[in-house]
């Protein structure tokens, strides 16, 4: 999957020029966190995130009065806070690679580019949203978590013996284990009892670590 299938395409920009109380106030109103800054020729020169705006403000224990927060909020510019040295990617970047950078640099969001023109912004939750996707999280099913030898073939072993006891896998997902000889395995499948995947499993050789059956209704009434 690539970042131009996830991004969004109109992502709320401000001047540089902008008083921060404004900005904040974008951001509220479009339920963002962070706002690519764009020139007057629509050029991306900076970005700002809602940490950077509620840091700049005065703390509640200050003595300044309102009226003088006030005044002093509405002197300061974004271009005196936002991040000059813009991070951002391609729009056929994969959305694995959006997810290290963002983690890697702890930030929340990408502005996305074609050439020197701002096409998208990726962010956080949008990697999340993916993240849901892959591990089926809003769909029923019998998720089951294994431990695996981390050697080739033993995917296809998986996948075979659910398709043996007539499963749908509605999400599959792989993850490092505890140490470099194992890995860890989340399936989720439908139509097999959990007792037959259970012993499939096991006569495979796996570990079982995990077992439920996930029922949405149940997942958001508790």
């Known amino acids: 999957m690539l970042i131009r299938e996830r991004m969004s395409t109109n992502p709320v920009t401000i001047p540089a020029n902008l008083p921060i109380t404004e900005a904040l106030r974008v951001m509220r109103q479009a339920d963002v966190r962070r706002l ?15 940490k950077d705006l509620l840091y700049a403000s005065p703390s509640p224990a200050t003595s300044l009065s309102i009226y003088e927060m006030h005044y002093l909020l509405s002197r300061l510019l974004v271009s005196e806070l936002m991040t000059t040295d813009v991070i951002t990617i391609g729009p056929d970047t994969p959305v694995e690679e959006a997810a290290r950078i963002m983690s890697d640099h702890k930030i929340g969001g990408l502005p996305v580019m074609e050439g020197d023109k701002m096409v998208g912004i990726i962010t ?3 990697v999340f949203t993916v993240l849901l996707e892959m591990l089926g999280a809003r769909q029923d099913g019998l998720r089951l978590t294994l431990e695996i030898p981390e050697r080739k073939g033993e995917m296809a072993r998986i996948t075979t013996a659910i398709a043996r006891l007539g499963g749908n896998i509605l999400a599959l997902g792989t993850f490092l284990g505890d140490d470099p000889t194992t890995a860890i395995v989340t399936v989720k499948v439908e139509d097999v009892p959990a007792e037959a995947l259970q012993a499939a499993m096991r006569d495979l050789g796996f570990k079982i670590l995990d077992v439920r059956q996930i029922q949405q209704s149940e997942v958001l009434h508790g």
């Open 124 to 126: 956080e939750t949008d």
């Open 36 to 50: 690519p800054v764009l020139d007057e020729n629509g050029r991306l020169v900076g970005i700002v995130s809602e």
